[in-house]
């Protein structure tokens, strides 16, 4: 059965159309308010007329902007406000647009805990989404840089007993091999990551439990036949040669040899 998980960039472009469509739904809010909050005339108690003044109501406080001041009046101070409503809407939008430096100083100003929460949540959501950014695509990246530059460190370290569970590969010129993945050597190079096994089940021998091992993708590029102490062609070493590197090979192929042997011999005839 295939689990269905969702994907990160789908969710991410769903989350960025959500806010999209929530911010030209604000500004469209805010033009619509803005139609509703011009008076061509506002008349004083005093007696005095003020002619084309766009109107904010903030409380008891009406914030006035016309073509040539901006100032301030208190309701109590307002005897009528006439709305002419001569001015088309794009002409209102122009003029709200225009009046916006003031309104945000405003809001800011009546509204600056508000607007300074609101900044701040931004501020750490923006800085979570690159972390989790960072955190997602690039420890990997370094991740795996570290662990390559760690593998080829131990693979110029091989002692002895390495290099000739190594040879191995080369000398039965197989990329898999069966080994007993509880020798010592064996377990230490797979922990190093220099091999690798192929398959979790296995059978039990001699020499312990027996695994399919190879070279894992990291070390396979940078093992060689020179690096294990082979020359590049193996049929042009001598005899003198030949017999060291026989004695040299892993107790546990020996082992392993000896034990199938022994089990071909005791194996009764079938006729």
Not at 89 to 103: H, S
Not at 145 to 151: A, E, V
Not at 191 to 207: A, P, V
């Amino acid at each position: 059965m295939h689990s269905l998980r969702s994907n990160p960039d789908v969710t991410g472009n769903l989350n960025m159309r959500k806010w999209f469509i929530a911010g030209v739904i604000g500004l469209s809010l805010m033009f619509l308010t803005a139609a509703g909050v011009y008076a061509d005339v506002i008349i004083l108690k005093n007696g005095q007329v003020i002619k084309d003044a766009a109107i904010t109501e903030e409380g008891d406080i009406l914030s006035c902007e016309t073509s040539t001041q901006s100032f301030y009046i208190h309701k109590s101070a307002v005897e009528n406000i006439i709305r002419t409503g001569n001015k088309s809407l794009f002409e209102q939008i122009k003029e709200f647009i225009k009046t916006l430096p003031l309104r945000v100083k405003m809001f800011v100003k009546n509204y600056f805990a508000v607007a300074a929460t609101v900044v701040c949540g931004l501020v750490l959501m923006l800085g979570l989404l690159a972390f989790k950014f960072l955190w997602v695509n690039i420890r990997p990246v370094m991740g795996g840089g570290i662990k390559r530059r760690q593998i080829n460190y131990d693979i110029k370290h091989l002692d002895a007993d390495e290099k000739s569970v190594l040879r191995e590969f080369f000398l039965q010129k197989a990329n898999t091999l069966e080994m007993p993945v509880e020798d010592s050597v064996v377990s230490g190079l797979i922990r190093k990551g220099i091999l690798e096994t192929t398959r979790d089940q296995g059978q039990y021998s001699i020499c312990g439990l027996l695994l399919p091992v190879a070279l894992s993708s990291a070390a396979g590029k940078r093992i060689q036949p020179r690096t294990v102490g082979l020359p590049p062609d193996i049929h042009a070493l001598d005899e003198k040669r030949k017999d060291e590197l026989a004695r040299s090979r892993p107790q546990f192929m020996y082992d392993m040899a000896g034990f199938y042997q022994s089990l071909q011999k005791n194996r009764p005839d079938r006729r």
